[in-house]
């Protein structure tokens, strides 16, 4: 069983920078590739970025790359998402997420999902 907590969102000007926490609980957490997702006001939920478990790898959405970068630190079982240059498309509830097995990114792949952080963007 792993629980996510996500923190860090908020609201910010178009432009602006947030950086997203996802506290994992386990201890086998290093064993999970993870990720985080977002759904913008009706829209589906779609993948942002992932990174595999042992770091090495990691792999992002066509609309934030050069923008968003995701890391994860082990040792605390933390994973991050800096969201630079944020505009309106960006606002959304982004999600951490965390598989195992393939390192792959379908939704339905998604292990453990946690509650979600708001980022509003305005304009």
């Known amino acids: 069983q792993v629980q996510l907590v996500e923190s860090g969102g908020g609201l910010v000007q178009a432009g602006g920078s947030l950086r997203l926490s996802c506290a994992a609980s386990g201890r086998i957490f290093n064993t999970y590739h993870m990720g985080w997702f977002r759904q913008g006001p009706g829209r589906d939920r779609e993948f942002v970025a992932g990174i595999m478990w042992s770091g090495g790898t990691s792999s992002y959405a066509d609309s934030v790359k050069g923008r968003f970068t995701i890391s994860r630190v082990n040792a605390e079982n933390m994973v991050y998402l800096q969201l630079n240059n944020l505009n309106s498309e960006d606002t959304a509830v982004y999600y951490c997420?965390?598989?195992?097995?393939?390192?792959?990114?379908?939704?339905?792949?998604?292990?453990?999902w946690g509650q979600g952080t708001q980022v509003t963007v305005s304009s």
């Open positions: 997420a965390a598989r195992r097995g393939s390192y792959s990114w379908s939704i339905l792949g998604v292990d453990y």
